[in-house]
């Protein structure tokens, strides 16, 4: 399906006017559950794409699982475990089922994940701009609706400088960086610089694959540094604390492969004092749901990239739309599965094309 954003989102790899996203639903008992591939049109945030999803989830994911019992979350992560990687489709499919198994049991996905939250920290994510101006009026802006912290995209010549005026006007604000991997080693002096403005983080400032140099960059800097790409997988989590590559892991469910792996990264990273917090990929409000709910579990403690509907949509699919509370947080819905209602005429006038597997 498509949905318009309601402005362009670019990163260090580029620009987003539109948001294409794989919808899943399963079928089972009478019931309908609802999932999301949150990819992207190209390969940049990671190797897959909506085509990518598309095919692996019609052609090897799905037929895995359709017909099969299923009595938890875990079956369907171990039905799709002999392939190799697609996490964001996986996810896609892992939580669908877990909409439906919670709807069959009257259990909230919290529930089912064992969240201790009924409102969870939120913070907003905000685009490389076309000027620092544009860019302070922007956090004025989202500051204004509440948000408990402010992430602003760096990359190369939009950095130390950027950072400085953000920090001169909004000096009491909770601020993090994220370059999306737009650096090497060699920045290692210019990446230092930023320990002057008292950020929460830098999130994945080196290449997606490089553990080594990330544990090296943080030896040399004050600020701590988070994962989000370096981390696709529980062994890769377990290698991080190991190396010492950061401080602080993003977990988003679609990045890992499902809710099953980002709990068990949750489990993992709290176990060794690491902090998490959730990610997002601008998803509607279907991974939205799921992404509050995994929010709601005792090791993310930091505010996640989980904004309002409205801050990406002109209209949600789902009903009611999320929306952040004055104190900085979003209500976790505690309904039936996502806890949210997907709207089917909402749903249909953004769907580009469907395929059924029986
Ligand atoms: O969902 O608000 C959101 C987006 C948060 O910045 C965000 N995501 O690297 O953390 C990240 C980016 C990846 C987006 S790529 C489509
Ligand atoms: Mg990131």
């Not at 392939?83 to 259990?107: F, I, P, S, T, Y």
């Amino acid at each position: 399906m498509r949905l318009p954003l309601v402005q362009p989102f670019e990163t260090s790899f580029g620009r987003e006017d539109v948001r294409d996203t794989v919808i899943v639903a399963v079928r089972g008992g009478g019931l309908t559950g609802w999932g999301e591939a949150a990819t992207s049109v190209g390969p940049w945030y990671e190797y897959e794409t909506i085509e990518t999803c598309w095919h692996v989830l019609r052609d090897f994911l799905g037929p895995r699982v359709v017909g099969r019992e299923i009595a938890s979350p875990a079956d369907v992560a171990q039905l799709m475990a002999p392939v190799r990687g697609h996490n964001l489709a996986k996810m896609g499919l892992e939580a669908a089922v877990w909409d439906l198994l919670g709807q069959a049991q009257g259990c909230s996905i919290t529930q089912l994940l064992g969240g201790v939250r009924e409102r969870v920290p939120v913070g907003v994510s905000i685009g490389v701009q076309a000027s620092v101006p544009a860019l302070l009026e922007r956090i004025e802006d989202y500051w204004a609706q509440g948000y408990s912290r402010i992430k602003i995209k760096i990359k190369p010549g939009w950095d130390v400088d950027v950072v400085r005026q953000v920090r001169a006007r909004f000096p009491g604000v909770a601020v993090m960086v994220d370059a999306n991997s737009a650096y090497t080693l060699a920045d290692a002096g210019r990446l230092a610089a930023l320990d002057d403005y008292d950020l929460m983080m830098i999130e994945q400032p080196l290449p997606y694959d490089d553990l080594v140099d990330h544990a090296e960059l943080q030896r040399r800097l004050r600020t701590p540094i988070c994962l989000d790409e370096s981390v696709p997988s529980l062994a890769a989590a377990r290698a991080a604390l190991a190396l010492g590559s950061g401080r602080i892991v993003n977990i988003k469910p679609g990045r890992v492969g499902g809710l099953t792996v980002a709990r068990a990264i949750h489990d993992l990273c709290r176990e060794n004092d690491w902090p998490v917090w959730c990610g997002g990929m601008l998803e509607t409000g279907i991974g939205r749901a799921h992404n509050v709910a995994l929010a709601s579990l005792p090791g993310f403690t930091l505010p996640g990239d989980i904004s309002a509907s409205a801050r990406y949509f002109h209209q949600d699919i789902v009903e009611p739309a999320f929306v952040v509370n004055e104190d900085g947080t979003m209500t976790v819905p505690t309904g039936p599965g996502i806890g949210v209602a997907v709207v089917p005429e909402r749903l249909e006038a953004a769907t580009q094309r469907r395929a059924t597997i029986a």
